[in-house]
């Protein structure tokens, strides 16, 4: 089975500072890795996912994240937040050549940035 | 394209009610689902539906219903609501038949509350 842990529930940032939300991840077998974006009363929009290939994924919006096997992480950075990236990201998880159906959710980092 | 949709956007029921959740997707999507999402716990896959003709449980089904008579349309039953099912819900659709591969698209989800 796996299972996704977001370290951070809530993470404020000045606007124009760099930002990093952390996701840790646990599978016996390999894994597909996913970030999604909730803005304010909407669903959930896919920033990014990686699926093989170079472990650092660029997503729309400036976001990348680079998947690290070793320490079983997929960090999500940008150089340079705006006020507009205020919202809660989702990190997600699921076996590879899996259905949708098994993508495990963690419990979401709420990025909130001052002006 | 709408993209999906769902309504309503907002309902509250008193326990022991029952009432339908709709969602419509027009991208002729295979797959579909739904969520949902609560405080501190990400989200936790209710049913879904692999096409027309199939649905399947996911991991929080008890209470809920779900039937997909044609491509477009996956609505969530609540046969006789409890405070438990007090929650937001999001359908989710993907073009083929769920293969991880493919990106989920979100509907703006349904705020549920139950007396």
């Known amino acids: 089975a796996q299972s996704v842990t977001q370290l951070d529930s809530q993470v404020p940032v000045f606007e124009e500072a760099p930002v990093e939300l952390r996701c840790n991840y646990s599978?016996?077998?390999?894994?597909?890795l996913f970030w999604y974006v909730q803005y304010p009363n909407q669903g959930l929009q896919l920033l990014l996912k990686y699926l093989s290939g170079s472990t650092l994924v660029k997503g729309i919006n400036g976001f990348e994240a680079e998947f690290n096997k070793s320490q079983t992480s997929f960090h999500l950075r940008k150089p340079s937040v705006h006020i507009s990236d205020t919202a809660e990201y989702f990190c997600?998880?699921?076996?590879?050549?899996?259905?949708?159906?098994?993508?495990?959710f963690g419990s979401g980092t709420r990025l909130s940035i001052r002006p | 394209n709408a993209g999906v949709t769902q309504t309503p956007k907002f309902q509250v029921l008193k326990t022991g009610q029952s009432m339908t959740l709709q969602c419509a997707q027009d991208m002729n999507h295979e797959y579909m689902s739904w969520y949902r999402q609560d405080p501190g716990m990400g989200l936790r896959l209710i049913h879904y539906?692999?096409?027309?003709?199939?649905?399947d449980q996911g991991e929080v089904p008890n209470g809920y219903n779900v039937s997909r008579s044609t491509t477009e349309d996956f609505p969530l039953r609540l046969l006789s609501a409890a405070p438990s099912q007090t929650s937001v819900y999001f359908c989710?659709?993907?073009?083929?038949?769920?293969?991880?591969?493919?990106?989920?698209?979100f509907g703006p989800g349904t705020r549920l509350t139950v007396l």
């Open positions: 997600a998880v699921s076996p590879q050549y899996s259905s949708a159906s098994k993508i495990i």
């Open positions: 539906s692999v096409g027309a003709g199939i649905t």
């Open positions: 599978s016996s077998v390999s894994v597909y």
């Open positions: 989710a659709s993907s073009y083929a038949s769920g293969r991880i591969q493919d990106t989920q698209y």
